[in-house]
């Protein structure tokens, strides 16, 4: 059963030497599941491309610039899913999440001009950390049928490929995203406070998070309050500090 290859390398993973052997044995199982790419990346921002966010992974030749250039990353229904997803989803489903967005449209002839690439649906399973969305594992290329026991191992395995990953390439990320820091801070206030850092404004704020700017605006004083901070700037100056947003 291809179940037992999954449980097999979670098992293999802590043992795999360097960034080569991991992401080589990796690609090896993904290849008898008939997965032709595949991403492990930070939490995207607005602000980055998809080079700067990349960990480790193979897309269709051409693909990121044509991401980049048509600016797909502020309409992709899948890395807005993202922001609010708990467990792995398939790309596919998030369209029907947004059926009443003003981004409906582009959202669209994204995944169409995905298509056309050869990334015809795939998977995105989430990485959380204490401080909320740090990355993600995504799977795609030819349609493959998972079923719930297979999501619920590449959900396994998309947290050790990732904290695994950061080790070898950002120790001092990784040591700043895995250390304690005694501040409580939302889900959704995380989500604000990374957008903040990426120098986004609250009604650009509000439209990535699909909310109103009079709501991001009450996070900010919320978030302001638990961090001691006298304004926006000082916010995000304390939150690098402690490692918050990096």
Request: hydrophobic share 40%.
């Amino acid at each position: 059963m291809k179940v037992n290859l999954l449980v097999q390398f979670l098992a293999l993973l802590e043992e795999m030497r360097g960034r080569a052997e991991t992401t080589s044995e990796f690609q090896r199982l993904l290849e008898f599941y008939g997965f032709d790419y595949y991403a492990v990346v930070r939490v995207p921002l607005p602000v980055d491309t998809p080079d700067a966010l990349l960990l480790a992974g193979r897309w269709p030749k051409g693909w990121p610039e044509t991401y980049v250039r048509k600016r797909y990353m502020q309409v992709d229904p899948t890395v807005r899913y993202l922001g609010h997803a708990r467990e792995g989803f398939r790309w596919r489903d998030t369209l029907d999440v947004y059926r009443a967005s003003p981004d409906r449209k582009r959202m669209e002839r994204m995944m169409v001009d995905a298509r056309q690439n050869g990334l015809e649906d795939g998977y995105i399973f989430p990485v959380h950390g204490r401080r909320g969305l740090l990355g993600s594992l995504s799977l795609g290329g030819r349609p493959v049928d998972l079923e719930s026991i297979e999501m619920s191992l590449f959900d396994g395995i998309a947290r050790r490929l990732y904290w695994k990953l950061i080790h070898e390439i950002d120790p001092e990320m990784a040591a700043r995203s895995s250390a304690v820091v005694d501040v409580d801070l939302t889900r959704r206030e995380m989500e604000a406070l990374m957008l903040l850092g990426a120098g986004m404004t609250s009604p650009e704020i509000g439209r990535e998070l699909g909310i109103s700017s009079h709501t991001v605006d009450w996070y900010m004083n919320g978030i302001q309050e638990k961090l001691g901070a006298r304004n926006r700037h000082h916010a995000i100056a304390i939150a690098f500090r402690l490692g918050l947003v990096s």
